[in-house]
């Protein structure tokens, strides 16, 4: 039976992460699967969080739309195709501490110096790269923000685009991983869906928010907060997996 309570919790949840998503783009992802970790088992969890993030990023998207780069959503569609194939190829099954182990050390990833890692989305062969590893990682483990941020944060695009055209991307990637979980592995309840469909238009009001903060915004930073803040959340999964590493 789902307590009203939790959708409560779900709701407040949903709306704080989709502004946080409407200015950086990302981690506002990675802060409600952490909320919905708390409450459901980790494949419901994944899903749930899932669907609603198809309304946060896709009302992102809508906001946003005249910043989309549809050649680079061309791409990292074709990568994202190719990544859910594997996965169903290994009949993948998510497991709690290595979600959280893996998503706690994602953030390294956005300090690795320019020149380590000199990944653009806009080249077609990046972009195809960034879709099969953000697309993977989104089904494997929920979230895949960082790893698609590096390949965003380094370009020539302007902030604008930059969040406009991830945001499509996530719908995409979303989508794909509410079909992996609800209809592949069959391991979402009833109410888990319903406690999706309450709380997810809750996440177009907070992501209107979070644009209009995001014009008031300089690139600069975008970029500097945009790495803090996800450090911030990575420091709290890593955190998560090693008690339940010493729990077990």
Known sequence: MLLPLTAVIVAIAVFCTA???GIFGMAGGLVLLGV???????ASAIAVQGAIQVVANGSRAWFSREHIDWRILGFICLGLIMAALALLVLRYVP???IVCFAIGLMPILVWIPKGWLA???SKPHHAMLCGFL???LNLAIGVSGPIVDIFFIRTQMDRRRIVATKAATQVISHLSKVLFYGMVVSAVAANDWLLALIAAPFAVPGTSLGYHILQRMSDDGFRTWTRRIVTGIGIFYLGRGFSLLLGS
Do not use: R
């Open 119 to 121: 990944l653009d989305a």
């Open 36 to 42: 919905m970790l708390t409450l459901l088992p980790v």
């Open 95 to 97: 497991d709690l501490m």
């Open 19 to 21: 502004t946080l998503s």
């Open 134 to 136: 953000g697309g993977g």
